[in-house]
Nanobody
Framework: QVQITESGGGLVQPGGSLRLSCAVS????????MGWFRQAPGKQRGLVAY????????NYAEPVKGRFTISRDNVKNTVYLQMNSLKPEDTAVYYC???????????WGQGTQVTVSS
């Protein structure tokens, strides 16, 4: 049974940095392209960063290009999101999941809250 656990969020001032982590239980992690998604209040959840199963290919949504970096460790079954130069508009709950297809149907982890405010 897949379990997704996101962590690392918090309150940070504009221009600051955070590193999010997402641990995935089970044996399927290394076969999936993974993504970080975010959902701001009143908005739909959307993909902000993508990484291929082996980690050699990444892609980013335009608003975060040049500021966010996604990486993964297939031994630790963990995907990371390094977020630099944070802006108030980055405030959202951040989730990880399979990027092209979800890891386990409609299941999502609890997410981690990121708040960028002075």
């Amino acid at each position: 049974q897949v379990q997704i656990t996101e962590s690392g969020g918090g309150l940070v001032q504009p221009g600051g940095s955070l590193r999010l982590s997402c641990a995935v239980s089970g044996n399927i992690f290394r076969t999936y392209a993974m993504g970080w998604f975010r959902q701001a209040p009143g908005k739909q959840r959307g993909l902000v960063a993508y990484i291929s199963p082996g980690g050699s290919s990444t892609n980013y949504a335009e608003p975060v290009k040049g500021r966010f970096t996604i990486s993964r460790d297939n031994v630790k079954n963990t995907v990371y999101l390094q977020m630099n130069s944070l802006k108030p508009e980055d405030t959202a709950v951040y989730y990880c999941n399979g990027a092209a297809s979800r890891l386990a149907g409609d299941y999502w982890g609890q997410g981690t809250q990121v708040t960028v405010s002075s």
